[in-house]
């Protein structure tokens, strides 16, 4: 199938790229960043940094193709004919240059032995935990079975969207890029995971494979990279796996909360079970906002998070050199102090540090362009894949450079990331991208000092007061890092760069999957303490921090099972009309849908559900506006001055139009007006398209 071809050309291309820019990945896992031997296998890094920054790059090498063929029938052709023979070629060169180099490195093995590190009993189990995770939240949540598509009832609002998109490139040819949702526009949502299933499903690859392979992929591949991080932190393997665990089931009071609130005599587990809402304790929380859900609904996230934890196994070990060369320069100025204790000494040392830190060429010089470059042209292809992902890495980054050393590397990343991403939201966005406006405490009831505490304290639990304490056992560089990763979280409680604050929630689960790991090295820590008591209490505290995420997994479950599905007809009449004979160009006016048959067929509608155009940032109440005023039209001329103004293609008058409390649908003159070309169904359930091109005699 091409499909996999491609995706396999995408798992090669990332390995040359990673192989010529980050030479040192293979050996990334030997050793701990202060230096101690923690012997993983290379390939839990290796092989989630070979697949997601192929496949990305690949992709928009695909995308800025189909863009320059965007007027031939079918650009995708052309596109992937010449990415893959291109890929190809280049992929054999180099897979040939490695077969003929495999004498000479086996001939360096013998003169310096490579460590074997192979995976543990515990890693085999950890992988096929996370792999069965992985898969099945993916496919309970989206499938194909018997020419149904099944879309989870947790999931199946943001799908909207999201399919309208995918089938907007399968088979709608949406070059140059619009908004399914809000078409003839400009296109502000990240749509590059959505054009990479398109594309798949073009190649050959059915709907649900397409889009759940590279989400599945994309999460084995954060956890693979999370545990390889943890590690690298603590020293420890258990940490590694404790991160995973608190990364897949959050910490919150909200499960405690429940129980104390059923009435008395309710049998505990018979309500636990009988349950199948998200908990609302918190503003939005009923949506799943803080759970695995999030993972499921939107999978571009999942897929881009793996560049985040690779970018910072790559630059932390800067922050470890910097302080440290800070640190021996302090202690040998601080030999010279004969009075160490005045204040006047204590400042002398502060400002000395800094100088250390800052006007020292050793901080800032450039020992490794390559990873400077091609870090920053990673991080800047994110932007249109998930923008939050790029604008989190860069916050961690920043608040990393100012003790790391080779400052100017760091420098680099930034201004190519941010050149990129600025380069591409001119290219796809008319006016300005983002509204950057001062907006404290996210989305708390009470969005002051103390009742953003407060919503923290019920969001999150008992994580923060852990967090602290692991903060006073810490020392030196790890205290910085902590701090760091805490920088996409204040971030999204003081800046909104939408106008859905919402949407910052993305910055604060980068945040607490980051800070999982500083939570797992104080509770091994207390584990391995001699006290009985203090292990008691670590497996205490692992469980009531883990206990209601787990139960939300179930809830997640129990939410796309059985008759919880939204489904849809792969071969309905009207899906299969809306591919035959729509293209991404033809604007259709209908009702607000959110997802259904049109949807499923790729149509690029005027105004569909208005939140999803609102939250991206579009003019919905204007829109909102015309719809009303074409579909209740009274005249001829009317319409066809409206139509004409909005360039609308075809018009759809269905149920949903008839039964509307928003506007009475004026479907006479409608039909007295242009020609329908398409029509099923009986009675006020009828569907018919009317084609505005097809005027009929006056």
């Given at each position: 199938m091409i499909?996999?071809?491609?995706?396999?050309?995408?798992?090669?291309?990332?390995?040359?790229?990673?192989?010529?820019?980050?030479?040192?990945?293979?050996?990334?896992?030997?050793?701990?960043?202060?230096?101690?031997?923690?012997?993983?296998?290379?390939?839990?890094?290796?092989?989630?940094?070979?697949?997601?920054?192929?496949?990305?790059?690949?992709?928009?090498?695909?995308?800025?193709l189909?863009?320059?063929?965007?007027?031939?029938?079918?650009?995708?052709?052309?596109?992937?004919?010449?990415?893959?023979?291109?890929?190809?070629?280049?992929?054999?060169?180099?897979?040939?240059?490695?077969?003929?180099?495999?004498?000479?490195?086996?001939?360096?093995?013998?003169a310096?032995?490579?460590?074997?590190?192979?995976?543990t009993?515990?890693?085999?189990?950890?992988?096929?935990?996370?792999a069965?995770?992985?898969?099945?939240?993916?496919?309970?949540?989206?499938?194909?079975?018997?020419?149904?598509?099944?879309?989870?009832?947790?999931?199946?609002?943001?799908?909207?969207?999201?399919?309208?998109?995918?089938?907007?490139?399968?088979?709608?040819?949406?070059?140059?890029?619009?908004?399914?949702?809000?078409?003839?526009?400009?296109?502000?949502?990240?749509?590059?995971?959505?054009?990479?299933?398109?594309?798949?499903?073009?190649?050959?690859?059915?709907?649900?494979?397409?889009?759940?392979?590279?989400?599945?992929?994309?999460?084995?591949?954060?956890?693979?990279?999370?545990?390889?991080?943890?590690?690298k932190?603590?020293?420890?393997?258990?940490?590694?796996?404790?991160?995973?665990?608190?990364?897949?089931?959050?910490?919150?009071?909200s499960?405690?909360?429940?129980?104390?609130e059923?009435?008395?005599?309710?049998?505990?587990?018979?309500?636990?079970?009988?349950?199948?809402?998200?908990?609302?304790?918190?503003?939005?929380?009923?949506?799943?906002?803080?759970?695995?859900?999030?993972?499921?609904?939107q999978?571009?996230?999942?897929?881009?998070?793996?560049?985040?934890?690779?970018m910072?196994?790559?630059?932390?070990?800067?922050?470890?050199?910097?302080?440290?060369?800070?640190?021996e320069?302090?202690?040998?100025?601080?030999n010279?102090?004969?009075?160490?204790?005045?204040?006047?000494?204590?400042?002398?040392?502060?400002?000395?540090?800094?100088?250390?830190?800052?006007?020292?060429?050793?901080?800032?010089?450039?020992?490794?362009?390559?990873?400077?470059?091609?870090?920053?042209?990673?991080?800047?292809?994110?932007?249109?894949?998930?923008?939050?992902?790029?604008?989190?890495?860069?916050?961690?980054?920043?608040?990393?450079?100012?003790?790391?050393?080779?400052?100017?590397?760091?420098?680099?990343?930034?201004?190519?990331?941010?050149?990129?991403?600025?380069?591409?939201?001119?290219?796809?966005?008319?006016?300005?991208?983002?509204?950057?406006?001062?907006?404290?405490?996210?989305i708390?009831?009470?969005?002051?000092?103390?009742?953003?505490?407060?919503?923290?304290?019920?969001?999150?639990?008992?994580?923060?007061?852990?967090?602290?304490?692991?903060?006073?056992?810490?020392?030196?560089?790890r205290?910085?890092?902590?701090?760091?990763?805490?920088?996409?979280?204040?971030?999204?409680?003081?800046?909104?760069?939408?106008?859905?604050?919402?949407?910052?929630?993305?910055?604060?689960?980068?945040?607490?999957m980051?800070?999982?790991?500083?939570?797992?090295?104080?509770?091994?820590?207390l584990?391995?303490?001699?006290?009985?008591?203090?292990?008691?209490?670590?497996?205490?505290?692992?469980?009531?921090?883990?206990?209601?995420?787990f139960?939300?997994?179930?809830?997640?479950?129990?939410?796309?099972?059985?008759?919880?599905?939204?489904?849809?007809?792969?071969?309905?009449?009207?899906?299969?009309?809306?591919?035959?004979?729509?293209?991404?160009?033809?604007?259709?006016?209908?009702?607000?849908?959110?997802?259904?048959?049109?949807?499923?067929?790729?149509?690029?509608?005027?105004?569909?559900?208005?939140?999803f155009?609102?939250?991206?940032?579009?003019?919905?109440?204007?829109?909102?506006?015309?719809?009303?005023?074409?579909?209740?039209a009274?005249?001829?001329?009317?319409?066809?001055?409206?139509?004409?103004?909005e360039?609308?293609r075809?018009?759809?008058?269905?149920?949903?139009?008839?039964?509307?409390?928003?506007?009475?649908?004026?479907?006479?003159?409608?039909?007295?007006?242009?020609?329908?070309?398409?029509?099923?169904?009986?009675?006020?359930?009828?569907?018919?398209?009317?084609?505005?091109?097809?005027?009929?005699?006056?």
């Amino acid at each position: 199938m091409i499909a996999i071809l491609y995706l396999l050309i995408c798992f090669v291309t990332g390995c040359m790229i990673c192989t010529f820019a980050f030479p040192k990945l293979k050996d990334i896992t030997k050793k701990s960043f202060r230096g101690n031997p923690i012997e993983l296998n290379q390939y839990f890094v290796l092989l989630p940094a070979w697949f997601i920054s192929g496949t990305i790059l690949v992709t928009w090498l695909v995308y800025l193709l189909a863009l320059i063929f965007r007027n031939k029938p079918q650009p995708l052709i052309f596109a992937n004919g010449i990415t893959m023979s291109i890929c190809l070629v280049i992929s054999a060169l180099y897979l040939i240059q490695k077969f003929w180099s495999r004498r000479v490195l086996k001939m360096a093995e013998s003169a310096d032995p490579v460590h074997k590190m192979s995976l543990t009993t515990s890693e085999w189990i950890f992988l096929a935990l996370v792999a069965f995770l992985s898969i099945q939240l993916m496919w309970q949540t989206f499938f194909v079975a018997h020419g149904q598509v099944y879309i989870g009832n947790s999931v199946f609002s943001d799908f909207s969207p999201h399919i309208g998109m995918i089938r907007s490139f399968s088979h709608g040819n949406n070059f140059p890029t619009t908004y399914s949702h809000f078409a003839g526009s400009d296109i502000r949502y990240h749509f590059m995971f959505q054009f990479l299933v398109g594309n798949l499903e073009f190649l050959g690859m059915r709907l649900d494979y397409a889009f759940n392979i590279p989400s599945a992929i994309g999460m084995i591949s954060t956890f693979s990279l999370l545990y390889v991080l943890g590690c690298k932190l603590g020293g420890k393997r258990a940490i590694g796996f404790l991160s995973c665990l608190f990364f897949a089931f959050r910490s919150s009071p909200s499960l405690f909360t429940y129980l104390s609130e059923l009435p008395k005599g309710t049998g505990i587990f018979e309500a636990l079970k009988a349950n199948s809402s998200f908990f609302s304790y918190t503003t939005h929380e009923e949506w799943g906002l803080w759970n695995l859900n999030v993972y499921c609904n939107q999978r571009h996230f999942a897929f881009t998070l793996p560049i985040m934890l690779l970018m910072l196994l790559l630059f932390i070990p800067l922050a470890y050199e910097g302080l440290y060369r800070a640190s021996e320069g302090l202690i040998v100025a601080s030999n010279k102090e004969r009075d160490k204790q005045s204040i006047s000494s204590i400042f002398r040392r502060g400002i000395e540090f800094v100088k250390l830190l800052f006007l020292q060429w050793e901080g800032w010089k450039v020992k490794d362009i390559k990873l400077a470059i091609m870090s920053g042209l990673i991080i800047g292809a994110l932007a249109f894949w998930n923008g939050a992902v790029t604008i989190g890495i860069l916050l961690v980054l920043f608040v990393l450079a100012i003790i790391s050393d080779r400052k100017l590397e760091l420098l680099i990343t930034a201004v190519l990331a941010t050149t990129l991403s600025v380069i591409q939201s001119k290219v796809f966005i008319s006016g300005s991208a983002i509204e950057t406006n001062f907006l404290f405490g996210f989305i708390a009831e009470n969005p002051t000092f103390f009742g953003s505490l407060d919503y923290i304290k019920r969001l999150t639990g008992i994580l923060f007061p852990v967090l602290l304490l692991s903060f006073i056992t810490l020392k030196g560089t790890r205290r910085w890092i902590l701090f760091s990763f805490l920088a996409p979280f204040i971030f999204a409680f003081t800046v909104s760069l939408t106008i859905d604050v919402t949407v910052n929630h993305k910055y604060i689960m980068m945040s607490l999957m980051l800070l999982s790991i500083f939570v797992a090295i104080f509770l091994v820590k207390l584990f391995e303490n001699r006290s009985i008591f203090l292990k008691l209490v670590s497996g205490i505290l692992v469980i009531v921090l883990t206990c209601t995420g787990f139960y939300e997994y179930l809830t997640v479950l129990r939410k796309n099972s059985g008759s919880n599905y939204v489904v849809l007809n792969m071969e309905d009449k009207v899906t299969e009309w809306v591919m035959d004979h729509t293209t991404a160009k033809d604007i259709i006016l209908s009702p607000y849908y959110a997802l259904n048959q049109v949807v499923l067929g790729g149509g690029m509608l005027y105004l569909g559900w208005p939140y999803f155009g609102w939250s991206a940032g579009y003019d919905t109440e204007g829109r909102q506006e015309m719809v009303t005023r074409m579909y209740e039209a009274d005249t001829k001329e009317e319409l066809k001055s409206l139509v004409e103004q909005e360039n609308i293609r075809y018009i759809i008058v269905d149920y949903d139009a008839r039964t509307s409390d928003l506007y009475i649908v004026n479907e006479e003159n409608i039909r007295n007006t242009y020609q329908a070309v398409f029509s099923t169904g009986e009675g006020e359930w009828n569907t018919t398209i009317y084609d505005t091109s097809q005027k009929l005699a006056q």
